[in-house]
């Protein structure tokens, strides 16, 4: 398609789809106008895809998340379709600019965090390498709430992403399916029957999502609860007007809003709703889909690869269970180990209070059936290995890690460091006794997002040198290691990241009033905020160091702007205290005449997919501090890796393997290791300990103890002061001295510009393993068995 030829539909979209003409679009209409245009030239090859994927009789993955965390997905859809340039010429012509247009697009913003991320770049990786898949997932009306700072504390506001027409989508009316919930079970004719006494409806909405070059397109099908009978009319009749529109409301509350905590679990109803919710209309979507090919259902393992996404999804066992022994007339055994041929599960975490677990009160109350076909499976599991300890259900709960793992055919972890301590910790039974079942497949993301789209100054260097193969073929970067020696390639890469930090600094002079020296160090934290991810460390350095400052004004100071993003969970209250300290410390150092010259603080508000995308190819300096043990892999810390920041970071998760293909003299490496941690721990007396033998650390807790950040007020963070010198659970304390020796390595390896951009070009090279292609490929052939379906 030309430029012109855009243009042109561009035009046409405008008049006939939205009814506007030139003379009066708004930047929204034009962005509605150019979405539809590209949007036409997706169909295409989604249809393509769809129908290569039926004639080829390939195996379909599909991925059941709980979240989808795409962001925006114009300038995705037109960089993978190759029309970037002829959209920017296209908007020139009609007097528009494309990046404004592009910026207009509000972040979909279905997920929480890292397990939601994974989830899109593994789309689009799906997408590009051609692999026939499908994500489930819900359409929540309300994705992340939106954050806003109010005299330095946390405040959420609902995200309102459909206000707004949602152009990538299409609704599939045809395409629903009635879940219930409740009600009883009977026997019938030998086979156990289930009456749910509730029902929603299902409603599918369909997204297609374009791989690179436009070769092939998947499905992203998420649903949206309605109403069996959407209205009461009797009820109107009689002027009950509310309780008319009760029926609708009530069954959209299951996909209202999107529950905001991360990495901890509440075991609340509305949640286990979601939860069957999704995964019933997914298995029977699936199921559909497999009976119009097959007419033999002991072929469903060759043909179907199902991904449980962590344990939101893991009643997808009993609940396939369900379909093939009750309504299919399969014999209970080999109903299992069908379902199990099918379902691999993906572990994401090692906290206890993430672990999921539901009442066998409430999961019998809601899902009846559900929970006698758990005892059974839990007691097919038991016979068949007497030895074992650990059951499914105990002390009154249904564990679903436990669940998860029994009916999965495969068991990942995340990282390398993980997936070790999944079996020596969490499923160390059950590894023992299916030692085959835990493999790793480390995370990834996608180039295209991450490298390509957010940081184009330094893909036109790097593809002036080696070409576009990279795209998506990432370890390609490897051919720019000898570059690190070439003095003129590392001034073009240092110049890249120059313009990209003068570029943010100007959108933060912009939006938050407030400015930055695009020469200072650009250190970034950006992440939800989680007291394992220790964001208070990285504050008690800047408290240590403004007073150093202080201390000697006229020293050799490196020029550091720290930066902070991320959200807390609404109810976590440690993490919200965490937020108003990093504002209110940010608060005295950037006012402070002698310091602030060489010590910013800046956090800006509601950190999402689209700040990352800015905040990223900006960094210098990549905050990646979590208490060796706790973070099962991180995914930021190979976008900043990728980009060219360097890492100061512990041995924990992907960091390990970063550190391990970058090289130790190119990542920035402190703190403790999980058995020293773990080891350390025991000690209760560990943070009196650090505390004594650190008189920085002592001086940095007792300012936030006497309220210097709080005008006095010695109250106000008394709860952080005592926890860091009391119980300090991750073990900010003992990893303060080292975290403050490897920052001042950080400073001193800064100063020497030369050298530093070294470091990143060669992080930049040797970090193209880290593509979520890269990722997929290891599970199609470790645990999908799925190939791709072009040539
Ligand atoms: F608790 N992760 C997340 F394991 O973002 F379910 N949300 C979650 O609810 C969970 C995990 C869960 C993250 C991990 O914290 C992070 O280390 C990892 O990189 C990411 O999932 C993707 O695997």
Redesign the pocket.
């Known amino acids: 398609m030309t430029a012109p030829e855009l243009r042109d539909a561009i035009l046409r979209h405008l008049t006939y789809s939205l009814g506007k003409d030139a003379g009066t679009a708004t930047v929204y209409d034009w962005r509605l106008a150019l979405s539809y245009a590209v949007r036409d030239r997706i169909v295409d090859p989604w249809f393509a895809s769809t129908k290569a994927a039926y004639a080829k009789q390939s195996k379909r993955v599909y991925y059941l998340s709980m ?1 989808f965390l795409i962001g925006r997905l114009l300038e995705d859809a037109i960089v993978n379709i190759g029309l970037l340039d002829e959209a920017g010429e296209a908007m020139n012509a009609l007097g528009q600019d494309l990046t404004t247009v592009m910026l207009d697009e509000p972040d979909a913003a279905l ?8 989830a899109a770049c593994f789309l689009e990786s799906l997408s590009t390498i051609g692999t026939p898949a499908y994500g489930y997932g819900i359409r929540y009306e309300h994705g992340l709430f939106k954050q806003s700072f109010f005299e330095g504390r946390q405040q959420e506001a609902p995200e309102e992403w459909l206000q707004q027409v949602h152009t990538w989508e299409f609704e599939r009316p045809e395409a629903a399916f009635q879940i219930g919930f409740g009600g009883s079970v009977k026997e019938q004719g030998g086979r156990m029957l289930w009456s749910p006494d509730e029902a929603v409806v299902a409603t599918a909405h369909d997204t297609p999502i374009i791989g690179w070059r436009g070769r092939w397109a998947n499905t992203l099908r998420l649903w949206e609860a309605r109403a069996v009978h959407g209205f009461d009319l009797g009820a109107f009749n009689r002027g009950d007007y509310f309780g008319a529109a009760e029926p609708e409301a009530s069954a959209r509350t299951i996909s209202r809003v999107l529950y905001p ?5 509440d075991g609340k109803r509305l949640r286990l709703k979601q939860e069957y919710f999704f995964t019933a209309a997914s298995l029977r979507d699936v199921v559909r889909r497999f009976d119009s090919e097959y007419d033999d259902l002991s072929l469903l393992p060759q043909k179907v690869a199902i991904q449980l996404n ?3 999804p893991a009643i997808a066992g009993p609940e396939l269970v369900r379909i093939l022994h009750d309504e299919k007339g399969m014999a209970l055994d080999t109903a299992i180990e069908t379902a199990r041929g099918c379902l691999n599960y ?4 090692l ?1 206890p209070e ?1 672990l999921e677990r539901w009442s066998e009160g409430l999961m019998g109350d809601l899902l009846p059936r559900h929970m006698d076909l758990i005892r059974k499976i839990d007691e097919v599991h038991a016979k068949e290995y007497p030895a074992r300890t650990v059951a499914m259900v105990e002390n009154g709960d249904v564990k679903m890690g436990e669940l998860a793992f029994t009916m999965a055919s495969h068991v990942n972890g ?2 390398a460091l ?1 997936t070790e301590l999944m079996k020596e910790t969490v499923f160390q039974e059950l590894h023992a006794l299916h030692p085959e079942r835990i493999v790793n497949q480390t ?1 990834g993301v996608t180039p295209r997002r991450w490298v390509l789209s957010a940081n184009p100054r330094l893909s036109s260097l790097v593809s002036g040198k080696i070409g576009m193969n990279w795209v998506d073929d990432l370890e390609q970067l490897k051919e720019l290691e000898p570059l690190a020696e070439d003095s003129g390639f590392r001034g073009d890469y240092d110049t890249a990241k120059r313009s990209n930090k003068a570029e943010l600094s100007n959108w933060f002079a912009k939006t938050h009033g407030v400015k930055l020296d695009p020469e200072a160090m650009f250190d970034v934290q950006i992440k ?1 905020i989680h007291e394992y991810k220790r964001q208070h460390l990285n504050i008690l350095e800047a408290i240590a160091l403004w007073q150093e400052i202080h201390d000697d004004p006229n020293g050799d100071w490196t020029p550091r702007v720290k930066i902070f993003g991320g959200k807390a969970a609404p109810g976590y209250y440690f993490a919200k205290e965490i937020i108003y300290l990093i504002n209110s410390v940010a608060e005295v150092l950037n006012n402070d005449p002698v310091t602030s010259k060489y010590l910013k603080v800046v956090y800006p508000p509601n950190y999402n997919v689209s700040l990352a995308e800015q905040l990223i190819p900006a960094a210098d300096l990549s905050e990646q501090i979590s208490t060796a043990g706790k ?5 930021g810390n190979m976008k900043f890796a990728l980009n060219g920041a360097l890492t100061i970071g512990t041995l924990d ?2 960091n390990v393997e970063i550190c391990d293909l970058v090289g130790p003299d190119n990542f920035f490496l402190f703190g403790m290791t999980e058995p020293q941690v773990v080891a350390r721990r025991a000690d209760p007396e560990h943070a009196a300990n650090a505390i004594a033998a650190d008189p920085r650390l002592a001086r940095a807790i007792e300012a936030i103890r006497n309220g210097a950040f709080s005008g006095g007020d010695a109250e106000r963070f008394k709860p952080i002061a005592d926890d860091l010198s009391g119980k300090d659970y991750f073990l900010v304390c003992s990893d303060f001295t080292d975290y403050w020796r490897a920052q001042r390595e950080v400073d001193a390896a800064y100063r020497d510009s030369d050298t530093w951009t070294r470091m990143a070009v060669l992080n930049t090279a040797r970090s193209g393993w880290f593509s979520s292609d890269r990722t997929i490929r290891g599970y199609m052939s470790d645990v999908w068995r799925a190939s791709s379906a072009l040539a």
């Open positions: 979240e997920g929480n965090g890292g397990l939601g991320r994974l905590d991360d990495t901890t679990e962590d344990t939101h993906t572990n994401h975490t906290l993430a995340v990282s993980h995370n939800r973070e099962a892999s991180g995914t998760g992907a």
